[in-house]
């Protein structure tokens, strides 16, 4: 069955960097666009960044310019590099497949 494990959140200082991590497995992982959601504390959640099956991207008003997306088809992964990274960022966040296939999500905290 479809299975997406997120891994590479954490405590980051304002400012700082991380990359996300989400490992894909039970589907052909190069046919399907990706996506990344958070989720913050109180709020809906949102979409951050969609990266399509030949590579385009999307983003969030709010992380274009500071997240990139991007795709390893042979690891069958797909990341989320976040840099300049603010107290507004901090969630939970998701990998998706079309939004119908969800990981469990890895919580991003920016504090100083």
């Known amino acids: 069955q479809v299975q997406l494990v997120e891994s590479g959140g954490g405590l980051v200082q304002p400012g700082g960097s991380l990359r996300l991590s989400c490992a894909a497995s039970g589907f052909t992982f190069s046919s399907y666009a990706m996506s990344w959601y958070r989720q913050a504390p109180g709020k809906q959640r949102e979409l951050v960044a969609y990266?399509?099956?030949?590579?385009?991207?999307n983003y969030a008003d709010s992380v274009k310019g500071r997240f990139t997306i991007f795709r390893d088809n042979a690891k069958n992964t797909v990341y989320l590099q976040m840099s300049s990274l603010t107290p507004e960022d901090t969630a939970v966040y998701y990998c998706?497949?079309?939004?119908?296939?969800w990981g469990r999500g890895t919580q991003v905290t920016v504090s100083s």
């Open positions: 998706s497949r079309g939004g119908t296939a």
């Open positions: 990266i399509f099956s030949g590579g385009s991207t």
